[in-house]
């Protein structure tokens, strides 16, 4: 079993950028897919961002590619979450993921608790 532990999320202004960090514990973190999803009030949880264990490929969501860009550092079971360029859009609950192959990317096992991304205009 994996547990994920997200930190990094705040409030920042459009245009501005955010780096979350997803530590994850209980099994080894270099055998598991590792991802973003989020959600806004009102609305379905969304993919947002995923990374290979080696993080030699990686996926995006449409309205993130270009401003956002996943990451993964295995020595320290952490993965990572650079956005840029934020926008008002943006603002939600951001979870990191966890999965056992890449094509179980979108459709997660393991889930962190959330961290709150809030971009002002």
């Known amino acids: 079993q994996v547990q994920l532990v997200e930190s990094g999320g705040g409030l920042v202004q459009a245009g501005g950028s955010l780096r979350l960090s997803c530590a994850a514990s209980?099994?080894?973190?270099?055998?598991?897919?590792m991802g973003w999803f989020r959600q806004a009030p009102g609305k379905e949880r969304e993919f947002v961002a995923a990374?290979?264990?080696?993080?030699?490929?990686?996926s995006y969501a449409d309205s993130v590619k270009g401003r956002f860009t996943v990451s993964r550092d295995n020595a320290k079971d952490t993965v990572y979450l650079q956005m840029n360029s934020l926008k008002p859009e943006d603002t939600a609950v951001y979870y990191c993921?966890?999965?056992?192959?890449?094509?179980?990317?979108?459709?997660?096992?393991?889930w962190g608790q959330g961290t709150q991304v809030t971009v002002s205009s």
């Open positions: 209980g099994r080894t973190f270099s055998t598991y897919v």
């Open positions: 990374s290979t264990r080696s993080g030699s490929i990686t």
């Open positions: 993921v966890a999965s056992g192959s890449w094509a179980g990317a979108k459709r997660p096992e393991y």
